[in-house]
């Protein structure tokens, strides 16, 4: 919810979308290559006998997270498969030398359970497996051989950085913190499940964050010695001891909240004191401790009470580049760039004037630019920023990057599209050839048919220009008039771009013979800092007129979308504007899915788990701005809602509480308006389980196919 260059493809998605159409032909399959799974039956029939459906999407298989070795020859990722008759995912990880065409090679370590895969200084290929019954720390020769395990701990790592010396090893446990020791977490925890009773107490919030109840436990850093399995080197050092919060944060932090130091005697990592006040703030800090002073941290970042992180050393070791928000209590404010002098502390921004928001850096090998991804007016590209100037450099085209890696000569990226899930490209620094294409991890794809994507824009509110997407259903014919898919996305700060996407995939509705409309309304990213900063306190207003604006730009435009003949789904922000068109604006579609989205936006000050959000975006706390709340609450104008509605709900999303969508459809049904509950009682915010998803998109499908006309 609140927190995409080119890609491959055939000439006319390169056509539709602005594309580069490749001359590189893709590596031809391997043995070695995982392959899909078959698609199952789902139960909506395709558009075409070729066209892409949501069945090859949840069965497609699924690349990230790509490594170079030091030495630049070869790349490290990850592919994830599915099973959907087991219900279960499991990730491999695979090798590709850079020079030439030899097809990717599954590496043996993932028999066994292999993931998070990183280089050490020293050669070897580090990584996280669950071998020996816990997470822990592993690695490997450069010939992947002779698996050493490096840690040996009795709880679960959950995250890991190598010293820049790979002397050691910094890893994040889930322990108590007010034990002394990794013993004492280990023995309370099992005091615990051993417990008869089931009562649960809170003294002070997060009772529960994203889909988990707080345990007691923190996550909290400790440095281990990389004896490689020898049992030398002495007892993991509590880094973060006295420390009162999560590094890395919860629920989705990782690795580049924490890193060493240049000379490995240090660790700098990124964390929010948590106290009474965790739920309502967004002030993350930069600490840096000695491991040889365990606990005694120092405060980088003091003077901003808003968001830090990302620290990453210039390769001299004399300059710290971060991540800074400016704006206490509110997530999607822009993240600038910093850069802070190592020796004095002085810190200075570069690229003040760039007016996007900057994803995770890398540091180039001669210290003189910053890599980083940004969404940018619904694409999101790879760009370079020269530190003493601030210039910015594009370095890919359309399409959305994902993760990048560099080497001497160029750099490897993942790049997915509307029309494309993710595969590796290298580009040379030059800049002028085109990309070379690394993987085809679905090569079951090929075959398959895709709607046409167009990008078109619109004098929106306040006459400001809005971008939206337009998506031809795959057989089109001219002449003819389709049912339409009107999706909203969700955030309500995100973006309908040229990405791909394992859940709201727009490609799967023109499978199935519907045009999609997508309008990056106010309030959506990669427009800048001002348009997303629009929709605060503007829930209902703003991005509605959009809304509407957009759908009748779109259908003047393109003659083919049947205006009366159309169906709006969204989840999140997306749910709650359902709610709110609903009432709102009741004639405009047949029928309306609603995935987990708000249904009374007071009842959210209460109930969410991220106060922050709710405090932010409606103008303070529910006692002290009660009319902010209701200004553009959707509970309070059910008496016009008429149009049928599917509602969605998964009962472990605690970000929109399960009540939320119990009084989306206790409202319905008390109207006597047809709709249909669709309850997970084991997912989140999400529908990830491959049945579940299979579940889902029969139910939403069927609802569509139940109002909308076949095409006329």
């Given at each position: 919810?609140?927190?995409?260059?080119?890609?491959?493809?055939?000439?006319?998605?390169?056509?539709?979308?602005?594309?580069?159409?490749?001359?590189?032909?893709?590596?031809?399959?391997?043995?070695?290559?995982?392959?899909?799974?078959?698609?199952?039956?789902?139960?909506?029939?395709?558009?075409?006998?070729?066209?892409?459906?949501?069945?090859?999407?949840?069965?497609?298989?699924?690349?990230?997270?790509?490594?170079?070795?030091?030495?630049?020859?070869?790349?490290?990722?990850?592919?994830?498969?599915?099973?959907?008759?087991?219900?279960?995912?499991?990730?491999?990880?695979?090798?590709?030398?850079?020079?030439?065409?030899?097809?990717?090679?599954?590496?043996?370590?993932?028999?066994?359970?292999?993931?998070?895969?990183?280089?050490?200084?020293?050669?070897?290929?580090?990584?996280?497996?669950?071998?020996?019954?816990?997470?822990?720390?592993?690695?490997?020769?450069?010939?992947?051989?002779?698996?050493?395990?490096?840690?040996?701990?009795?709880?679960?790592?959950?995250?890991?950085?190598?010293?820049?010396?790979?002397?050691?090893?910094?890893?994040?446990?889930?322990?108590?913190?007010?034990?002394?020791?990794?013993?004492?977490?280990?023995?309370?925890?099992?005091?615990?499940?051993?417990?008869?009773?089931?009562?649960?107490?809170?003294?002070?919030?997060?009772?529960?964050?994203?889909?988990?109840?707080?345990?007691?436990?923190?996550?909290?850093?400790?440095?281990?010695?990389?004896?490689?399995?020898?049992?030398?080197?002495?007892?993991?050092?509590?880094?973060?001891?006295?420390?009162?919060?999560?590094?890395?944060?919860?629920?989705?932090?990782?690795?580049?909240?924490?890193?060493?130091?240049?000379?490995?005697?240090?660790?700098?990592?990124?964390?929010?004191?948590?106290?009474?006040?965790?739920?309502?703030?967004?002030?993350?800090?930069?600490?840096?401790?000695?491991?040889?002073?365990?606990?005694?941290?120092?405060?980088?970042?003091?003077?901003?009470?808003?968001?830090?992180?990302?620290?990453?050393?210039?390769?001299?070791?004399?300059?710290?580049?971060?991540?800074?928000?400016?704006?206490?209590?509110?997530?999607?404010?822009?993240?600038?760039?910093?850069?802070?002098?190592?020796?004095?502390?002085?810190?200075?921004?570069?690229?003040?004037?760039?007016?996007?928001?900057?994803?995770?850096?890398?540091?180039?090998?001669?210290?003189?630019?910053?890599?980083?991804?940004?969404?940018?007016?619904?694409?999101?590209?790879?760009?370079?920023?020269?530190?003493?100037?601030?210039?910015?450099?594009?370095?890919?085209?359309?399409?959305?990057?994902?993760?990048?890696?560099?080497?001497?000569?160029?750099?490897?990226?993942?790049?997915?599209?509307?029309?494309?899930?993710?595969?590796?490209?290298?580009?040379?620094?030059r800049g002028r050839e085109m990309p070379r294409r690394l993987t085809n991890v679905n090569p079951q794809l090929a075959d398959k048919a895709f709607g046409e994507a167009e990008q078109f824009n619109f004098a929106g509110w306040n006459g400001e220009t809005v971008h939206a997407y337009v998506i031809k259903p795959v057989g089109y014919e001219e002449g003819k008039k389709y049912p339409v898919a009107f999706l909203i996305h969700g955030g309500p700060q995100g973006s309908f771009g040229n990405s791909w996407s394992y859940r709201w995939n727009p490609e799967t509705y023109a499978g199935a013979g519907y045009a999609?409309?997508?309008?990056?309304?106010?309030?959506?990213?990669?427009?800048?800092?001002?348009?997303?900063?629009?929709?605060?306190?503007?829930?209902?207003?703003?991005?509605?007129?959009?809304?509407?604006?957009?759908?009748?730009?779109?259908?003047?435009?393109?003659?083919?979308?049947?205006?009366?003949?159309?169906?709006?789904?969204?989840?999140?922000?997306?749910?709650?504007?359902?709610?709110w068109i609903a009432g709102n604006w009741p004639d405009a579609f047949k029928c309306m899915v609603n995935h987990d989205g708000v249904f009374d936006t007071f009842g959210m000050g209460y109930s969410t788990e991220e106060l922050w959000f709710t405090e932010w975006e409606y103008g303070g706390t529910p006692w002290d701005k009660p009319e902010g709340y209701q200004a553009f609450n959707p509970a309070n104008h059910v008496q016009n809602w008429k149009t049928p509605m599917l509602v969605v709900q998964g009962d472990r999303d605690f970000r929109i509480p399960t009540a939320q969508g119990l009084s989306t459809f206790?409202?319905?049904?008390?109207?006597?308006?047809?709709?249909?509950?669709?309850?997970?009682?084991?997912?989140?915010?999400?529908?990830?389980?491959?049945?579940?998803?299979?579940?889902?998109?029969?139910?939403?499908?069927?609802?569509?196919?139940?109002?909308?006309?076949?095409?006329?």
């Amino acid at each position: 919810m609140r927190h995409r260059s080119l890609l491959a493809g055939c000439a006319l998605m390169a056509m539709a979308v602005g594309l580069p159409a490749f001359a590189q032909t893709a590596p031809a399959a391997a043995s070695a290559e995982p392959t899909a799974n078959a698609p199952w039956a789902g139960t909506h029939a395709p558009a075409t006998p070729n066209a892409f459906t949501y069945t090859d999407m949840i069965s497609a298989n699924r690349l990230g997270d790509p490594q170079v070795s030091p030495d630049g020859r070869r790349v490290v990722y990850s592919v994830t498969t599915t099973d959907v008759a087991a219900n279960a995912r499991k990730s491999a990880l695979f090798v590709r030398d850079l020079d030439g065409d030899a097809a990717p090679q599954r590496l043996a370590i993932s028999d066994d359970g292999a993931n998070t895969a990183r280089w050490g200084s020293d050669g070897r290929l580090y990584y996280l497996s669950g071998k020996s019954g816990t997470s822990q720390v592993w690695s490997v020769a450069g010939d992947f051989t002779a698996p050493v395990q490096v840690t040996n701990l009795p709880l679960d790592v959950n995250a890991y950085r190598l010293s820049p010396d790979a002397s050691k090893v910094a890893v994040s446990l889930a322990v108590y913190p007010d034990c002394d020791d990794i013993a004492c977490t280990v023995d309370r925890a099992k005091a615990r499940a051993d417990k008869k009773t089931t009562a649960q107490i809170y003294d002070r919030m997060f009772v529960r964050h994203w889909d988990q109840w707080a345990d007691g436990t923190q996550n909290h850093l400790f440095v281990v010695p990389n004896t490689q399995g020898s049992g030398a080197g002495g007892e993991p050092v509590w880094v973060t001891k006295g420390f009162d919060g999560d590094t890395p944060s919860k629920p989705f932090g990782d690795e580049s909240e924490f890193t060493f130091t240049p000379d490995s005697a240090g660790i700098v990592f990124s964390a929010r004191q948590a106290g009474r006040s965790e739920p309502w703030s967004t002030n993350f800090d930069l600490y840096q401790v000695s491991i040889a002073e365990p606990g005694k941290l120092t405060n980088l970042t003091d003077d901003n009470d808003a968001w830090d992180t990302g620290a990453v050393f210039s390769p001299d070791g004399k300059t710290l580049a971060y991540r800074a928000m400016a704006r206490p209590g509110f997530e999607a404010d822009k993240y600038a760039i910093f850069l802070r002098d190592v020796a004095t502390g002085q810190t200075r921004q570069i690229a003040a004037n760039w007016d996007r928001s900057a994803d995770g850096l890398q540091w180039s090998a001669d210290g003189r630019n910053l890599l980083t991804t940004a969404g940018d007016v619904g694409q999101t590209r790879l760009f370079q920023i020269n530190v003493a100037s601030g210039d910015v450099l594009p370095l890919t085209g359309p399409g959305h990057v994902s993760a990048f890696s560099q080497t001497s000569s160029g750099f490897v990226f993942a790049a997915d599209s509307l029309t494309t899930p993710s595969d590796l490209w290298f580009k040379t620094w030059r800049g002028r050839e085109m990309p070379r294409r690394l993987t085809n991890v679905n090569p079951q794809l090929a075959d398959k048919a895709f709607g046409e994507a167009e990008q078109f824009n619109f004098a929106g509110w306040n006459g400001e220009t809005v971008h939206a997407y337009v998506i031809k259903p795959v057989g089109y014919e001219e002449g003819k008039k389709y049912p339409v898919a009107f999706l909203i996305h969700g955030g309500p700060q995100g973006s309908f771009g040229n990405s791909w996407s394992y859940r709201w995939n727009p490609e799967t509705y023109a499978g199935a013979g519907y045009a999609v409309v997508m309008i990056d309304f106010h309030g959506s990213t990669g427009y800048g800092q001002a348009f997303t900063d629009s929709i605060s306190q503007h829930w209902g207003d703003r991005p509605l007129e959009d809304l509407q604006k957009g759908w009748a730009a779109a259908q003047e435009k393109y003659p083919f979308l049947d205006g009366q003949n159309a169906c709006a789904l969204g989840a999140s922000y997306g749910g709650y504007m359902i709610n709110w068109i609903a009432g709102n604006w009741p004639d405009a579609f047949k029928c309306m899915v609603n995935h987990d989205g708000v249904f009374d936006t007071f009842g959210m000050g209460y109930s969410t788990e991220e106060l922050w959000f709710t405090e932010w975006e409606y103008g303070g706390t529910p006692w002290d701005k009660p009319e902010g709340y209701q200004a553009f609450n959707p509970a309070n104008h059910v008496q016009n809602w008429k149009t049928p509605m599917l509602v969605v709900q998964g009962d472990r999303d605690f970000r929109i509480p399960t009540a939320q969508g119990l009084s989306t459809f206790t409202a319905l049904q008390r109207r006597g308006i047809d709709s249909r509950l669709v309850f997970f009682p084991n997912e989140n915010h999400w529908v990830l389980k491959p049945a579940n998803s299979v579940q889902w998109h029969n139910e939403v499908f069927g609802w569509l196919d139940k109002y909308l006309d076949a095409p006329k």
